[in-house]
Structure formats: C-alpha cells, structure tokens
DNA sequence: GGAAGTCAAGTCTCG
DNA sequence: CGAGACTTGACTTCC
C-alpha cells in the first residue's frame, strides 16, 4: 500500500521561508504582531506553492503563525483582518491535495494537575483549531499533541488526559490527534488513551525507538491505523532518524535511506499513509530522500 | 558591530 | 531543591 502523501514542518530551507516568525513578550504591541502574522501568511503561500511544485501535499503550519495567539497580549481579531489571505491559502491548499497540520509546542500540557495549565492549554488548542477552521480545512487536518507530563502516577495522569478531552467540544476534539513520545507515552500508552477517547494516534518511529513501551511493533500498527477514522483522513506517521553522537531521540539532519525505506515498507503493510519528515534540515532532507518528484520510486 | 544572553508557558533530570 | 535541557529565532544588552 503506498506512501500517500509526503511533507516537513514550519520551515523551508530551500526558499528560505517560515511560517514561524515571532516575538517576545515585551515587544508583542499589535502593530508588531499584525506584521508577523502577515509575514507568516505570505511565507504559507510562498512554501506552500513551493511544496506544490514538489508534489509535497503534507505541511506542518508553525504554532507561532499567529505569534501569542492564546495570549491575552494579542488583542488582534486576525480571522477577520487575514480574512482574505486565510481563505485563499486554504483554498490552495484544498484545491491541490494537501493536508496541513499544527503542533503545540512542549508547554501545552492538557494533563497537568493544575487547573491554570490545563486552560492554557485548551487555550492553545481553541487558537489553532481556530486558525485550521479559517483556512476552511477539514477535521483531517489535525492538531498534533503529546500526552503531557506523568507527575509520578502514569495511570492518574493519563485518566486525567482522558477527563478533560472527553469534556472539550466536539469540534475541538475531532481536531486532536496524539503522538506516543521519547520518554513517558509508548504507542501502547497512546493506543490506550485512544480508546477512551477516540483520538487518532500518530505513531513517531524515533520516539517508539527510544521509548517501545508494551507490545508487538506489527500489532500496535495495525491498531494504530486503525485509530483514524473517515472523518480523520489517512493515518500519519512522523519519520526521522537518530542523529549520530547525540542524544537519543535528536534529529537527524537527514534521514537514513534504509531505515527510511524500512519503514515505509512496514507501515505499507497496512493501509495509505501520509508520512512527515522530521528532519533538521526539512526540505532540504525531503528532496534527498526521494530525489524525484515520483514517490512510487520507493 | 559582533557576541552573548534573554525570552509566556511545563516537566523531568541531574547535581 | 534549584538549575539546566528541551529548541530556536528575534531582540536586547554587553563588550
């Protein structure tokens, strides 16, 4: 079963654009803020086309592309004044395929035992189920999340995850999907808060490396597959490799052809898939994977 | 004018 | 129990 669709996160090298510019607190005012979010919404057109052109149809948007979008230093109705940029790149987006993602960064932490994280972080996630639902994306175009912290009892923490997703609206929720990590959540861990809660799971082949938790790696596919449903689109995988030298679980500036092909092979095996690269040199590692524009080269 | 330090947020590890 | 890592561009301060 084939590769589907392929793509990167935030960041192309190769035009040397990004949809993360941003700020610090400080010198949030609003005028600086409108700049940043019209220098991201270009740079997305820009990167877009240019993924377009590659037969790149997978894109990860960088949770700064509205910079402060769930804090209350930006006051700026931006749906309504990026109204026309939102809608256009949507509508690219859509008319060529593609599926576009978000990925909350590390403080985003839907699980804490305080009640103040938790509504940040359901604060995050309104803004960028917001900034999908603008560009007119459809509940295939995820929101990409870990499970949080395990605050000494994993079991606690996860009912909790489960808790307070099962409250969230269905709109928000059917935009979540989680990701098994590198240190406390194994796809085991993932697949269990999956069935509480019918979330997706995104399966990351360097973060099951250094954290394989319970299970047989061929079952918890298949059954992570099967996580995603209609409304979900194609199941998605993350690919990196190791880098060398480093600690376990850095990226890679590249990814490591056998392994690379190893991989597609094995979730192949299953169903269509869509696959982000998490390389550090993004693009730039895509197009040396895969030199052609033609993915059934694999 | 270039280098170094700082920045919203959280959690975990190390010393 | 407090500092640093995680990760990273933008900005400020230091030299």
Same mark, same amino acid.
């Given at each position: 079963?084939?590769?589907?669709?392929?793509?990167?996160?935030?960041?192309?090298?190769?035009?040397?654009?990004?949809?993360?510019?941003?700020?610090?607190?400080?010198?949030?005012?609003?005028?600086?803020?409108?700049?940043?979010?019209?220098?991201?919404?270009?740079?997305?057109?820009?990167?877009?086309?240019?993924?377009?052109?590659?037969?790149?149809?997978?894109?990860?948007?960088? %949770?700064?592309?509205?910079?402060?979008? +769930?804090?209350?230093?930006?006051?700026?109705?931006?749906?309504?004044? /990026?109204? &026309? =940029? #939102?809608?256009?790149?949507?509508?690219?987006?859509?008319?060529?395929?593609?599926?576009?993602?978000?990925?909350?960064?590390?403080?985003?932490?839907?699980? %804490?035992?305080?009640?103040?994280?938790? +509504?940040?972080?359901?604060?995050?996630?309104?803004?960028?189920?917001? /900034?999908? &639902? =603008? #560009?007119?994306?459809?509940?295939?175009?995820?929101?990409?999340?870990?499970?949080?912290?395990?605050?000494?009892?994993?079991?606690?923490?996860?009912?909790?995850?489960?808790?307070?997703?099962?409250?969230?609206?269905?709109?928000?929720?059917?935009?979540?999907?989680?990701?098994?990590?590198?240190?406390?959540?194994?796809?085991?861990?993932?697949?269990?808060?999956?069935?509480?809660?019918?979330?997706?799971?995104?399966?990351?082949?360097?973060?099951?490396?250094?954290?394989?938790?319970?299970?047989?790696?061929?079952?918890?596919?298949?059954?992570?597959?099967?996580?995603?449903?209609?409304?979900?689109?194609?199941?998605?995988?993350?690919?990196?490799?190791?880098?060398?030298?480093?600690?376990?679980?850095?990226?890679?500036?590249?990814?490591?052809?056998?392994?690379?092909?190893?991989?597609?092979?094995?979730?192949?095996?299953?169903?269509?898939?869509?696959?982000?690269?998490?390389?550090?040199?993004?693009?730039?590692?895509?197009?040396?994977?895969?030199?052609?524009?033609?993915?059934?080269?694999?």
């Amino acid at each position: 079963m084939p590769l589907r669709r392929i793509g990167y996160p935030c960041v192309s090298l190769l035009i040397n654009r990004t949809t993360n510019h941003e700020t610090i607190l400080r010198t949030g005012a609003p005028e600086k803020l409108r700049g940043l979010i019209a220098q991201n919404l270009a740079d997305l057109r820009a990167i877009l086309e240019h993924n377009l052109a590659h037969d790149w149809r997978l894109f990860r948007i960088g %949770s700064s592309v509205i910079p402060f979008g +769930s804090h209350p230093v930006n006051t700026i109705k931006w749906w309504q004044e /990026f109204k &026309d =940029e #939102l809608r256009s790149a949507g509508k690219f987006a859509r008319a060529n395929d593609m599926r576009l993602s978000l990925h909350p960064g590390q403080y985003t932490v839907l699980n %804490s035992p305080d009640a103040a994280i938790v +509504s940040r972080a359901i604060a995050e996630l309104t803004y960028s189920a917001r /900034f999908l &639902d =603008e #560009l007119g994306m459809d509940s295939s175009n995820k929101i990409v999340i870990h499970l949080g912290g395990t605050y000494g009892d994993k079991p606690a923490a996860m009912r909790r995850f489960c808790e307070t997703v099962n409250t969230l609206p269905d709109d928000l929720r059917h935009r979540i999907v989680i990701e098994n990590d590198e240190r406390s959540y194994s796809p085991a861990d993932a697949l269990a808060v999956s069935k509480q809660t019918n979330l997706p799971v995104v399966f990351d082949n360097l973060h099951y490396t250094a954290n394989p938790g319970e299970g047989q790696l061929e079952d918890l596919l298949k059954q992570i597959f099967a996580t995603w449903k209609k409304r979900d689109g194609h199941p998605k995988v993350h690919f990196s490799s190791q880098a060398q030298g480093r600690k376990l679980g850095s990226h890679a500036d590249q990814a490591e052809p056998a392994e690379f092909k190893k991989w597609v092979k094995r979730w192949g095996a299953f169903d269509e898939f869509d696959l982000m690269l998490e390389a550090k040199h993004k693009d730039k590692a895509l197009l040396q994977i895969i030199p052609s524009t033609k993915k059934e080269n694999l």
